[in-house]
């Protein structure tokens, strides 16, 4: 393993980050205030709790969830795009590195980035409402393993994507409404029976219902296949990454 | 010497079937500086690319200080320096940054004073705080071979270096390559100009449509193929070349004031003795001589068009 490469990738995609580290970190704090102003105050004050949780607290793991996964994708897409974009992924592919050490330093830079404001909203919406969390180490592995899982797909995409158009085209047609539909902003219990049937096809449900598990013990779907279906996801993710690897994919002409 | 690169029977078919390298074999010596001189679209970055890994060989093997590039690429990689054929940088990034990443990437860690000796090397220290995009052009391309050196590459490609580059840049140019040369770089540089060969290059190919016609020691190939040319100057124009001076296939030339004589510089005998006696005995008056050598550009355009070899 080169890991001197893989650290300069990682410090090179980092150093972008920490460049607009105040826009890094402005933003997901008032998206995060927006947020409990608007569904918090209009609708907090029709829906008083959720199976026990004040509205506002309850929404808080989706919150997490809906901003960091969308961070993942775009900070990973970004990431390998760019190089394309700009030409300077020629270094990358003469460099004595592989793949693997590349999708390492891209996609744990995208991780970390994600992670990073995951907690930045975690602690913002403290401000407003009172969270518990009551399996940490749980809450701990669902948020780690979600940036890595999205930052593997936004990985994908960006090898895909061949313009800037196509980098947005899969976070806002495929996973937006996907978070928004999976019980982000609602328990799965409060939909008639049909779509409380349909929901279960959105991946997304199992993600969101097993990390709003570890903050207060409420799960639309068994914690088992929320853990399943994160690990499939992954699975899945690194299965594509290792056939791009393979045959050099959009990478190596 | 030691054959520090050696390619063999290297071809690339681009996946629209193109075929832009159709077997090329070339062994570089250790320490010297290849030019290969080639007009746009002859396969000089294709092969370049090929053997940088950026572009996957159809067949053919590549080997860098004994090194395959495919089943021992690490070993083989971190010998390359590429500076490609265009700008590419990462714009927001510093001049500093931008170099210790490269050298990161190929397995070092930063060693400030040696990235501080490369900035110092291609007069970039004053810029190393810059961000690439408050760079000029020239500038950029300093950075690009920067980040080429600073894994200390024992070869290294350098890709149309000076194309579209000012007269003062290309000119450091040589400098720093012949400075690189100094240090023992084995240099491959690609170009259109034939004065550049001429003026820094040891070996010379010539490639085009994907095939290399020809490596040759620079001065070799200037002797070998380049045919000199004597003009003799008349004080008083003549209309028709005298009979006894035809066994010499002059040309007039000037208003009938030059006879032109050409001569191959290897011949055994190069006839200018014969010839000038000639002239005198057909009772022309000389007042001047004059010799010139075809140069690289004649020699390169001949066997582009397939005149020559
Ligand atoms: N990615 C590619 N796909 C298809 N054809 C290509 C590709 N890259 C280069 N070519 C073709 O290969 C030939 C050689 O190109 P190149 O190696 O760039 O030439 P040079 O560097 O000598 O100008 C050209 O005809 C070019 O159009
Ligand atoms: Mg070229």
Redesign the pocket.
């Known amino acids: 393993m080169n890991w001197s490469a893989i650290a300069a990738i990682y410090r090179f995609e980092m150093a972008r980050f920490f460049r607009t580290l105040a826009q890094s970190f402005l933003s997901p704090v008032l998206s995060t205030s927006l947020y409990f102003v608007v569904f918090g105050t209009a609708i907090g004050s029709r829906i008083q709790e959720v199976e026990g949780v004040s509205y506002g607290a309850f929404i808080v793991p989706g919150l997490i969830m809906l901003s960091v996964v969308m961070l993942a994708i775009t900070n990973a897409s970004f990431g390998i795009y760019f190089p394309k974009f700009l030409g300077t992924i020629y270094e990358l592919l003469s460099a004595p590195v592989n793949f693997i050490e590349i999708v390492i330093g891209y996609v744990g830079a995208a991780a970390t980035k994600s992670l990073f404001v995951g907690l930045v909203i975690l602690v913002t919406a403290n401000f407003f409402v009172d969270i518990r969390i009551e399996h940490p180490l749980a809450m701990a592995a669902f948020l780690v393993l979600t940036c890595l899982s999205f930052s593997l797909l936004g990985f994908i995409i960006g090898i895909w994507a061949s313009n800037f158009e196509q980098i947005s085209l899969v976070p806002q047609l495929v996973v937006t409404p996907l978070i928004f539909l999976g019980g982000t902003f609602y328990s799965i219990s409060m939909l008639p029976p049909l779509w409380q049937t349909i929901t279960l096809f959105n991946p997304v449900v199992y993600l969101i219902s097993g990390f709003r598990w570890s903050f207060y013990g409420l799960a639309d779907v068994p914690i088992t296949f929320s853990l399943l279906a994160i690990l499939a996801f992954t699975g899945i993710c690194l299965g594509i990454i290792g056939w791009i690897f393979k045959t050099g994919w959009r990478i190596r002409? | 010497m030691t054959t520090i690169l050696s390619i063999k029977d290297l071809r690339k078919s681009?996946?629209?079937g193109?075929e832009?390298l159709k077997g090329v074999s070339l062994d570089i010596e250790e320490g010297e500086i290849l030019a290969l001189l080639?007009?746009?679209?002859?396969?000089?970055?294709?092969?370049i690319?090929t053997v940088c890994g950026i572009t996957t060989p159809t067949s053919g093997s590549v080997t860098a200080g004994g090194h395959d590039i495919q089943t021992e690429f690490r070993a083989a990689r971190k010998m390359i320096g590429l500076v490609p054929?265009e700008i590419a940088l990462e714009p927001f990034e510093t001049v500093w940054n931008t170099v210790r990443f490269s050298r990161g990437l190929f397995g070092y860690g930063s060693d400030n004073a040696r990235i501080e000796e490369i900035l110092r090397k291609l007069s970039l220290w004053d810029k190393r705080k810059n961000s690439i995009k408050e760079l000029s052009g020239g500038m950029k391309r300093r950075v690009l071979i920067a980040k080429a050196l600073a894994h200390e590459p024992r070869i290294l490609f350098l890709?149309e270096p000076t194309a579209g580059v000012d007269v003062e840049l290309r000119k450091d140019m040589w400098e720093i390559v012949a400075e690189l040369k100094q240090a023992g770089v084995t240099i491959i540089l690609?170009t259109h100009y034939i004065e550049e060969a001429e003026a820094i290059a040891d070996r010379v190919g010539v490639?085009d449509k994907?095939e290399l016609l020809l490596v040759q020691d620079k001065d070799t190939l200037m002797a070998q193929m380049g045919k000199k040319q004597i003009e003799v100057m008349l004080t008083d124009p003549i209309t028709d070349i005298p009979d006894s001076l035809s066994a010499h296939n002059l040309t007039l030339n000037g208003n009938g004031r030059a006879l032109v004589y050409t001569y191959d510089t290897n011949a055994d005998r190069t006839g200018i003795t014969t010839l000038l006696n000639d002239v005198a005995q057909a009772g022309l008056v000389l007042s001047d001589v004059q010799t010139r050598q075809s140069s690289l550009e004649e020699i390169f355009v001949n066997l582009v068009s397939g005149e020559a070899v």
Do not use: C, E, M, R
């Open positions: 002409s | 681009y996946a629209d193109f832009a080639g007009p746009n679209g002859a396969g000089k970055t294709t092969l690319s054929q890709d690609t490639i994907g």
